[in-house]
Nanobody, 121 residues
Framework: QLQFVESGGGLVQPGGSLRLSCVAS????????IAWFRQAPGKEHEGVAC????????WYGSSTKGRFTISRDNAKNTVSLQMNSLEPEDTATYYC??????????????WGQGTQVIVSS
């Protein structure tokens, strides 16, 4: 089946770093723009970052720009999210998804199961 598998979440102290990975299974990743979304308890679903299939367009949310870096490795069928200087407000479940474009970030019904990030001292 077509699916994403996220990994790399966990518990980290404020100021720490995590690297999330999203591995595609059943299809090749290089045909799609890929986005990371997150949802914190009691808060709305939020776009975190997005990268185009050709790597020429990248978008970051205002709360993560300058701290997070999205990248892709098509040879490994993987999109990663490097998260530095983590804050308690970054606590959420993080999901990757194929999207129509960077500008719209409309999901194409290809989602991972999510990986939980908890930032706490």
């Amino acid at each position: 089946q077509l699916q994403f598998v996220e990994s790399g979440g966990g518990l980290v102290q404020p100021g720490g770093s995590l690297r999330l990975s999203c591995v595609a299974s059943g299809f090749t990743l290089d045909s799609y723009a890929i986005a990371w979304f997150r949802q914190a308890p009691g808060k709305e679903h939020e776009g975190v970052a997005c990268i185009s299939n050709s790597d020429d367009t990248i978008w970051y949310g205002s709360s993560t720009k300058g701290r997070f870096t999205i990248s892709r490795d098509n040879a490994k069928n993987t999109v990663s999210l490097q998260m530095n200087s983590l804050e308690p407000e970054d606590t959420a479940t993080y999901y990757c998804a194929a999207v129509l474009s960077v500008s719209t970030m409309t999901p194409l019904n290809l989602w991972g199961q999510g990986t939980q990030v908890i930032v706490s001292s």
